[in-house]
C-alpha cells in the first residue's frame, strides 16, 4: 500500500536558518499523525511543505506516491508547473490556525468556491454538498453568515468544511486551535476526531496533547528541526523515552499552565 | 457578598440624570461663524457684478450643455483608461519578473513626475516629435502610416493626457489595495488549488476593492473637475464654452458662477454615488457605521428625548 505521505531526508532552510535537518516519516492511509513540538521546532514549516506552500531544499517529498511540487526524469528534477502544483494540492486539504475564510462571502459560498471554481462543479450539486458539509460540522444554520459574524470556532469548522469539500485525499492542520478561546475548542477538535472516525488521512500540527493521545495513530515529537521521537501516542505522550521530550510534555502538562 | 450586591442593584435602580457638560466655547465659535455667514450671504446676494439673472439665463444656455456633456463623456472614458491601466500597471508592478514591475515602475514615474498640463500639451503638440505615425515591424518596413495631426484629434489628445495620466495614479491605488489583503488569504486559495489569476480575480481583488473605491471616487471627482484643464488645447468642454462665451459678451461673472455650479452640482452626485457604492463593497466587514451624535447635541451638550434610547 503507497503511503499517503512519505518523506524522505526533508532539508528546509530559510536564508541561513535551517529549519527542518533531514525528516524521514510516512503517513498511510487512514492514519492521524500528530506533530507536535515547541514553538520554531518546524513542525508547521514541516506541514506546509506537504503540500508545497513551502519549497524543500533537500530530500525527496512524495504524496499519494507522486513527487510534491517536481517531476523526475532520470536523475534530473524539474520543477512543476503553477498549474500542475494547483492540480496537486486539489486532493490535499489544509486547515489553518488563522482560519483564513474568505471574508467577502458567506459561509455556505466559501465551501462552494474551490469546487465551483476549480473542480468545475455544477453550482447546484456544488450547493447541497455545501450545504450537508456545513450540517456535518454543525452550521446548518450560518451558511448565509459571513465570517466576521461568526466565532473563532464556527469559522475553524467552516474553514474544514471548505477544505473537505474538495475532497480531499489528505488533510492538513496547522494548530488548528491556537488561536481559539478555550471554549471553543473542543467543537474543532469533535468535528476533527468524528474526520478521523470517518477514515480520513491526517497530519495534525497540535498543542492539544489530549487530542493527540485519543485521536492519533501516530506521534512525532519535533524539536529543533528533527524528529526527536516518533511511536504511538501512549509510548511519545505516555512514556517518552528522551530528555527533551520529557521536558516538553512536562512543561506542556503542567497544570498550572 | 455577591448575592446581597445583586438584590440591592436589582431593588433600588436609579437611573443616572446628571447635568451636562455646557460647551460655551462652542457657542461663541457658533455665534461668530453664524455672524461671518449672515455677512457672506448678503454680500453674494446683493453684489449686482454677480447678475444672477444672467446666472439663470445661462445655466440651461445650449452651449453650456454641450460642454458639459462633453465633460461627462471626457470624465467617464478617462476614468475607464485611468482604472483599466491602473489595474494594469498594478498587477505588472506587484509582479515577480522585474522587467515588468520595472516597466510599470517607470511608467508611474514619468507620468506622476511631470505637470498634467504639459502631458496634454505634447499630446496635443505629438507631430512636432515624431510627424507621421505608423504601423510596421520595429527596425524594419512601416505597412501603414498617417499624419500625425490628422490622427490626434483634440478629443484623442485629452482622453490620452488625462486617462494615462489618470492610470498612473490609479495603478498606485490598486496596488496599495492588493497589498491590504491578509496573505493568508493568497495561501487559503492556493491550498485549495486555484491558479494565480483565479485567486486575483475571485479572492483578492473583491477584498482589495473595499481600499480601493474610496480614493477611486475621489479620483473621479477629481477628474471631472481637472477635464477643465484640456481648455489650453482647445477641446470644446464646460469651461471652454463658458469661456467662449464671455469672450465674445463680457458677461464673465455670471458665467464662471454658472461653470462653478454646474461643477458643484456634478461633483455633488458623485459624491451620492460613491457612497453608496462604498456601502455594497463593504459587504463582510463588521463594522456598524459609529451612530453619529445630532446636530443638536453636539452644539448644546445635550440632547431631547435622548434619555429613552442612550440609556440603559
Given at each position: 500500500m503507497t503511503p499517503v505521505v512519505l518523506a524522505q531526508a526533508i532539508h528546509k532552510r530559510f536564508g541561513r536558518l535551517e529549519v527542518l535537518k533531514g525528516i524521514d516519516f510516512e503517513v498511510r492511509p487512514r492514519e492521524v499523525a500528530c506533530l507536535i513540538g515547541p514553538s520554531g521546532s518546524g513542525k508547521s514549516t514541516l506541514l506546509r511543505c506537504i503540500n508545497h506552500l513551502e519549497k524543500i531544499d533537500a530530500g525527496r517529498l512524495y504524496v499519494d506516491g507522486r513527487l510534491v511540487g517536481y517531476r523526475q526524469r532520470g536523475e534530473k528534477l524539474y520543477e512543476l508547473r503553477e498549474r500542475e502544483i494547483a492540480a496537486q494540492r486539489?486532493?490535499?486539504?489544509?486547515?489553518?490556525?488563522?482560519?483564513?475564510?474568505?471574508?467577502?462571502?458567506?459561509?455556505?459560498?466559501?465551501?462552494?468556491?474551490?469546487?465551483?471554481?476549480?473542480?468545475?462543479?455544477?453550482?447546484?450539486?456544488?450547493?447541497?454538498?455545501?450545504?450537508?458539509?456545513l450540517d456535518q460540522v454543525g452550521l446548518a444554520d450560518k451558511e448565509n453568515a459571513y465570517p466576521a459574524q461568526l466565532s473563532g470556532g464556527q469559522q475553524q469548522r467552516v474553514a474544514i468544511a471548505r477544505a473537505l469539500a474538495m475532497r480531499p485525499k489528505l488533510m492538513l492542520f496547522d494548530e488548528p486551535t491556537s488561536a481559539l478561546d478555550p471554549e471553543l475548542v473542543g467543537d474543532v477538535l469533535g468535528v476533527m476526531r468524528r474526520l478521523a472516525d470517518d477514515g480520513m488521512t491526517m497530519v495534525v500540527v497540535t498543542h492539544e496533547m489530549q487530542f493527540a493521545r485519543e485521536v492519533a495513530d501516530k506521534v512525532l515529537f519535533m524539536d529543533g528541526g528533527v524528529v526527536v521521537e516518533e511511536g504511538d501516542p501512549e509510548e511519545v505522550i505516555g512514556h517518552p523515552k528522551h530528555e527533551r521530550t520529557r521536558a516538553f510534555l512536562a512543561r506542556v502538562l503542567s497544570p498550572n499552565d | 457578598m455577591s448575592e446581597t450586591h445583586e438584590d440591592t442593584a436589582v431593588a433600588e435602580r436609579v437611573d443616572i440624570r446628571a447635568v451636562p457638560v455646557r460647551h460655551y466655547g462652542r457657542w461663541v465659535a457658533g455665534a461668530i461663524i453664524v455672524l461671518l455667514a449672515a455677512i457672506v450671504v448678503h454680500s453674494v446676494v446683493t453684489n449686482r457684478a454677480m447678475q444672477w439673472g444672467l446666472v439663470g439665463d445661462y445655466l440651461f444656455?445650449?452651449?453650456?450643455?454641450?460642454?458639459?456633456?462633453?465633460?461627462?463623456?471626457?470624465?467617464?472614458?478617462?476614468?475607464?483608461?485611468?482604472?483599466?491601466?491602473?489595474?494594469?500597471?498594478?498587477?505588472?508592478?506587484?509582479?515577480?519578473?522585474?522587467?515588468?514591475?520595472?516597466?510599470?515602475?517607470?511608467?508611474?514615474?514619468?507620468?506622476?513626475?511631470?505637470?498634467?498640463i504639459t502631458q496634454l500639451i505634447i499630446w496635443n503638440y505629438l507631430a512636432q516629435f515624431y510627424p507621421r505615425l505608423g504601423i510596421g515591424i520595429p527596425f524594419g518596413p512601416t505597412f501603414v502610416s498617417a499624419d500625425t495631426n490628422a490622427l490626434i484629434s483634440p478629443l484623442?489628445?485629452?482622453?490620452?493626457?488625462?486617462?494615462?495620466?489618470?492610470?498612473?495614479?490609479?495603478?498606485?491605488?490598486?496596488?496599495?489595495?492588493?497589498?491590504?489583503?491578509?496573505?493568508?488569504?493568497?495561501?487559503?486559495?492556493?491550498?485549495?488549488?486555484?491558479?494565480?489569476?483565479?485567486?486575483?480575480?475571485?479572492?483578492?481583488?473583491?477584498?482589495?476593492?473595499?481600499?480601493?473605491?474610496?480614493?477611486?471616487?475621489?479620483?473621479?471627482?477629481?477628474?471631472l473637475k481637472t477635464t477643465s484643464l484640456v481648455t489650453v488645447i482647445a477641446y470644446f468642454e464646460l469651461m471652454n464654452a463658458v469661456q467662449q462665451i464671455y469672450a465674445q459678451n463680457y458677461r464673465i461673472a455670471p458665467l464662471l458662477i454658472v461653470a462653478a455650479l454646474w461643477?458643484?452640482?456634478?461633483?455633488?452626485?458623485?459624491?451620492?454615488?460613491?457612497?453608496?457604492?462604498?456601502?455594497?463593497?463593504?459587504?463582510?466587514?463588521?463594522?456598524?457605521?459609529?451612530?453619529?451624535?445630532?446636530?443638536?447635541?453636539?452644539?448644546?451638550?445635550?440632547?431631547?428625548?435622548?434619555r429613552e434610547q442612550g440609556m440603559t
Amino acid at each position: 500500500m503507497t503511503p499517503v505521505v512519505l518523506a524522505q531526508a526533508i532539508h528546509k532552510r530559510f536564508g541561513r536558518l535551517e529549519v527542518l535537518k533531514g525528516i524521514d516519516f510516512e503517513v498511510r492511509p487512514r492514519e492521524v499523525a500528530c506533530l507536535i513540538g515547541p514553538s520554531g521546532s518546524g513542525k508547521s514549516t514541516l506541514l506546509r511543505c506537504i503540500n508545497h506552500l513551502e519549497k524543500i531544499d533537500a530530500g525527496r517529498l512524495y504524496v499519494d506516491g507522486r513527487l510534491v511540487g517536481y517531476r523526475q526524469r532520470g536523475e534530473k528534477l524539474y520543477e512543476l508547473r503553477e498549474r500542475e502544483i494547483a492540480a496537486q494540492r486539489k486532493d490535499i486539504g489544509m486547515v489553518f490556525q488563522r482560519f483564513n475564510l474568505f471574508p467577502h462571502m458567506t459561509a455556505l459560498e466559501n465551501v462552494m468556491e474551490a469546487p465551483v471554481q476549480v473542480r468545475r462543479e455544477n453550482r447546484q450539486a456544488a450547493r447541497d454538498r455545501a450545504r450537508e458539509l456545513l450540517d456535518q460540522v454543525g452550521l446548518a444554520d450560518k451558511e448565509n453568515a459571513y465570517p466576521a459574524q461568526l466565532s473563532g470556532g464556527q469559522q475553524q469548522r467552516v474553514a474544514i468544511a471548505r477544505a473537505l469539500a474538495m475532497r480531499p485525499k489528505l488533510m492538513l492542520f496547522d494548530e488548528p486551535t491556537s488561536a481559539l478561546d478555550p471554549e471553543l475548542v473542543g467543537d474543532v477538535l469533535g468535528v476533527m476526531r468524528r474526520l478521523a472516525d470517518d477514515g480520513m488521512t491526517m497530519v495534525v500540527v497540535t498543542h492539544e496533547m489530549q487530542f493527540a493521545r485519543e485521536v492519533a495513530d501516530k506521534v512525532l515529537f519535533m524539536d529543533g528541526g528533527v524528529v526527536v521521537e516518533e511511536g504511538d501516542p501512549e509510548e511519545v505522550i505516555g512514556h517518552p523515552k528522551h530528555e527533551r521530550t520529557r521536558a516538553f510534555l512536562a512543561r506542556v502538562l503542567s497544570p498550572n499552565d | 457578598m455577591s448575592e446581597t450586591h445583586e438584590d440591592t442593584a436589582v431593588a433600588e435602580r436609579v437611573d443616572i440624570r446628571a447635568v451636562p457638560v455646557r460647551h460655551y466655547g462652542r457657542w461663541v465659535a457658533g455665534a461668530i461663524i453664524v455672524l461671518l455667514a449672515a455677512i457672506v450671504v448678503h454680500s453674494v446676494v446683493t453684489n449686482r457684478a454677480m447678475q444672477w439673472g444672467l446666472v439663470g439665463d445661462y445655466l440651461f444656455n445650449d452651449r453650456v450643455l454641450r460642454g458639459l456633456q462633453n465633460t461627462l463623456v471626457l470624465t467617464a472614458i478617462s476614468m475607464v483608461i485611468g482604472v483599466v491601466g491602473g489595474v494594469l500597471l498594478a498587477v505588472m508592478r506587484l509582479s515577480p519578473n522585474p522587467l515588468t514591475s520595472g516597466a510599470a515602475g517607470l511608467y508611474i514615474w514619468l507620468f506622476r513626475g511631470t505637470p498634467l498640463i504639459t502631458q496634454l500639451i505634447i499630446w496635443n503638440y505629438l507631430a512636432q516629435f515624431y510627424p507621421r505615425l505608423g504601423i510596421g515591424i520595429p527596425f524594419g518596413p512601416t505597412f501603414v502610416s498617417a499624419d500625425t495631426n490628422a490622427l490626434i484629434s483634440p478629443l484623442l489628445a485629452a482622453l490620452l493626457g488625462l486617462g494615462l495620466n489618470e492610470a498612473a495614479y490609479m495603478a498606485e491605488i490598486v496596488r496599495g489595495g492588493i497589498m491590504s489583503v491578509d496573505q493568508g488569504q493568497l495561501e487559503a486559495a492556493s491550498a485549495l488549488g486555484m491558479s494565480r489569476g483565479r485567486t486575483l480575480r475571485r479572492i483578492i481583488l473583491p477584498q482589495a476593492m473595499r481600499v480601493i473605491i474610496p480614493p477611486t471616487g475621489n479620483e473621479t471627482i477629481a477628474m471631472l473637475k481637472t477635464t477643465s484643464l484640456v481648455t489650453v488645447i482647445a477641446y470644446f468642454e464646460l469651461m471652454n464654452a463658458v469661456q467662449q462665451i464671455y469672450a465674445q459678451n463680457y458677461r464673465i461673472a455670471p458665467l464662471l458662477i454658472v461653470a462653478a455650479l454646474w461643477y458643484l452640482f456634478l461633483t455633488s452626485i458623485l459624491t451620492l454615488i460613491q457612497m453608496v457604492i462604498e456601502k455594497r463593497f463593504s459587504r463582510g466587514a463588521a463594522r456598524p457605521a459609529a451612530r453619529q451624535k445630532t446636530w443638536g447635541s453636539r452644539m448644546l451638550g445635550f440632547s431631547f428625548g435622548a434619555r429613552e434610547q442612550g440609556m440603559t
